[in-house]
Every structure is written in C-alpha cells, then in structure tokens.
C-alpha cells in the first residue's frame, strides 16, 4: 500500500462528468486533476491567509 490517503467523494454526475472532460483534455487523470485543483486552492489560501500550519502528528 502506498502513502497517500485516500477519500471517497460524493458529487453531482454531471460535475464528475465535467471533471472528466477537463482531466482528459490536460491529458490527466480525474484524481490528478483534482489534486492540482486543490493544490492551486490551497495557494490562493496561502497567498491571502498565510500559511496553513500542520502539526507532524497531523499527519
């Protein structure tokens, strides 16, 4: 097993659909897709708000 966590997910099919149609035209998976979504959120976050701390015990 590998050392990413994992979530499951519950969305409109017409979202995932959509999903679908942008991964494939970045030549992406949907999950990656998703994870470059929310690293791109998480920045804009950090820009405004600062850095979100995370405790080693976090994690």
């Given amino acids: 097993m590998d050392s990413k966590s994992r979530y499951t997910l519950r969305t409109d099919p017409v979202l995932l659909?959509?999903?679908g149609y942008i991964a494939e035209y970045e030549g992406r998976t949907k999950n990656r897709e998703l994870e470059q979504m929310i690293k791109r959120r998480i920045a804009a976050?950090?820009?405004e708000h600062g850095e979100i701390p995370i405790e080693e015990n976090d994690r």
């Fill in 45 to 47: 976050f950090e820009q």
């Fill in 17 to 19: 659909e959509k999903l």
